[in-house]
């Protein structure tokens, strides 16, 4: 009875516009779970038909692309030390990594930084703030978006192929899926920092 409850709850018409919701705001407070809620929506989708995954996929990219614009935007209109919070000594770090890499070239950073949620708010803001063409590297934050989008729904819908009919199990396991896969980026990330010179 809950999990029936709980399906009928996730399959309404409030879970796409919620998806939109959390991934808009993940762009600004990486503590919002936009990861997790794109792989479990991907899990539902395929468990049991409902969301569409291309439904899952559009508005995840599309979410994607209007959060990081509005930190691009914010980016633009306030610079790097407007805060308190932006002249912290991890945050400064982390917009000069930024900064430094978006010269050398903005795809690769993009791409990158759109897996890894504090790399992403500063690869924006810095993006916005050092004046990066607002056309070109717009283009690139929709396509990394979008495989962004495709990759974590794909992760959800691999889990809830594997148990359809019990959506429940789909989605718990593709968020510790997604956990543990994002887990794995940061160390990966972390040791590639240690190794490359900055």
Do not use: K
């Not at 990219?61 to 209109?77: I, S």
């Not at 932006?86 to 791409?111: N, P, S």
């Not at 759109?114 to 924006?124: D, T």
């Amino acid at each position: 009875m809950v999990a029936d409850l709980l399906t009928g709850v996730l399959d309404g018409p409030w879970l796409l516009p919620g998806l939109f919701a959390l991934v808009l705001l993940d762009a600004l407070l990486v503590v919002v779970p936009g990861e997790i809620a794109v792989s479990a929506a991907g899990a539902l989708a395929a468990s049991v038909g409902s969301p569409p995954l291309l439904a899952v996929i559009a508005v995840a990219a599309a979410a994607a692309f209007c959060g990081d614009l509005g930190c691009y935007l914010l980016g633009r209109a306030v610079g790097l030390g407007r805060w308190r919070w932006m002249r912290h000594r991890r945050v400064v770090a982390a917009l000069e990594w930024a900064g430094a890499r978006l010269d050398r070239g903005a795809a690769t950073v993009v791409f990158t930084a759109r897996f890894i949620p504090f790399a992403r708010l500063a690869v924006n803001l810095t993006a916005g703030a050092t004046r990066v063409p607002a056309v070109r590297y717009l283009s690139v934050v929709a396509v990394a978006g979008l495989l962004w989008a495709c990759y974590q729904a794909v992760v959800g819908a691999a889990i809830g192929a594997l148990l359809p009919g019990d959506p429940i199990l789909a989605i718990v396991l593709s968020i510790v899926t997604a956990l543990l896969l994002g887990v794995a980026i940061d160390v990966v990330v972390a040791r590639r920092r240690r190794v490359t010179p900055r």
